[in-house]
């Protein structure tokens, strides 16, 4: 199942570290903060990306799986 990373703005301090570890998918706005790419991360960048997020110096970003469409309740 694909993810995507979150990033938690109350709690980011905008160390950049994220960034850092992977600029194919966050980059930073004008104050430091990271902005991540809200498409489902890459299977080539799976590993950078859990990399980023243990690395995360208060714990701001996340990998959440993917929202799949919700489902009928009716079968045809």
């Known amino acids: 199942m694909a993810e ?3 990033v ?3 709690d980011c301090t905008g160390h950049g ?3 850092e570890l992977l ?3 966050i980059s930073l706005d004008e104050w430091g ?3 991540a790419d ?3 991360v890459p299977p080539a960048l799976d590993r950078e990306a859990r990399r980023a997020v243990a690395a ?3 714990l701001a ?8 469409p919700a489902r009928s309740a009716r079968r045809p």
């Open 17 to 19: 570290v994220c960034a």
């Open 61 to 68: 970003l996340k990998l959440m799986r993917a929202e799949e």
């Open 33 to 35: 903060f990271p902005l």
């Open 38 to 40: 809200p498409r489902p």
């Open 56 to 58: 995360c110096p208060v």
């Open 8 to 10: 938690n703005p109350i």
């Open 23 to 25: 600029p194919e998918m």
């Open 4 to 6: 995507t990373l979150k």
